[in-house]
T-cell receptor
Framework: QKEVEQNSGPLSVPEGAIASLNCTYS??????FFWYRQYSGKSPELIMS????GDKEDGRFTAQLNKASQYVSLLIRDSQPSDSATYLC?????????????FGQGTILTVHP | DGGITQSPKYLFRKEGQNVTLSCEQN?????MYWYRQDPGQGLRLIYY???????QKGDIAEGYSVSREKKESFPLTVTSAQKNPTAFYLC?????????????FGPGTRLLVL
């Protein structure tokens, strides 16, 4: 079982729709969770971080964390063509591997006009 | 402007050659990291360093070496022992290694084998 798993997609949504990106992780002691956006040929840029169970909203983005189910998601409301990118879920362990950020393989999102 | 710089943007390696990728940050961050990304894959940790003169192996350290002589600099050497070096290499930094500290990435170096 991979430590961090994402559906690789591609996920295609129409402009204005809600895009839902999902991620599961295997390390129960994980404490911090991050969503990065990566445009083709570019480096990842941080979109959201979440540390506690529940929802965290920032503009059109909402991150959801459920530690009991070991599940983290990212919702993008009113999707725009500029949101088309690969979205990487990353999990930081709070155990002996302090500082080790483990990434999923990424979900490709395409927003079509 | 504060940030992370990586050079060169593209690097070509010949068989049997060692090459060094540069990473510099002026964010005053203590921790620095090197990741490798293969097409369609997530990032995998090569090495990380939490303070000057100290570094730890990540998941795929074989065939790579690093140094941390200055806080701002964390160069990565891809040695001839790395048999499949073609990849996108990303350097990152964070304030420290505590769980809630975000890692920020440089623009990356794409390494190709001739």
């Amino acid at each position: 079982q991979k430590e961090v798993e994402q559906n690789s997609g591609p996920l295609s949504v129409p402009e204005g729709a809600i895009a839902s990106l999902n991620c599961t992780y295997s390390d129960r002691v994980s404490q911090s969770f991050f969503w990065y956006r990566q445009y083709s040929g570019k480096s990842p840029e941080l979109i959201m971080s979440i540390y506690s169970n529940g929802d965290k909203e920032d503009g059109r983005f909402t991150a959801q964390l459920n530690k009991a189910s070991q599940y983290v998601s990212l919702l993008i409301r009113d999707s725009q063509p500029s949101d088309s990118a690969t979205y990487l879920c990353a999990v930081l362990s709070g155990g002996t591997s302090y500082g080790k950020l483990t990434f999923g393989q990424g979900t490709i999102l395409t927003v079509h006009p | 402007d504060g940030g992370i710089t990586q050079s060169p943007k593209y690097l070509f390696r010949k068989e049997g050659q060692n090459v060094t990728l540069s990473c510099e940050q002026n964010l005053n961050h203590d921790a620095m990291y090197w990741y490798r990304q293969d097409p369609g894959q997530g990032l995998r940790l090569i090495y990380y360093s939490q303070i000057v003169n100290d570094f730890q192996k990540g998941d795929i350290a074989e065939g790579y070496s690093v140094s941390r002589e200055k806080k701002e600099s964390f160069p990565l050497t891809v040695t001839s022992a790395q048999k499949n070096p073609t990849a996108f290499y990303l350097c990152a930094s964070s304030i420290g290694l505590r769980p809630q500290e975000t890692q920020y990435f440089g623009p990356g170096t794409r390494l190709l084998v001739l």
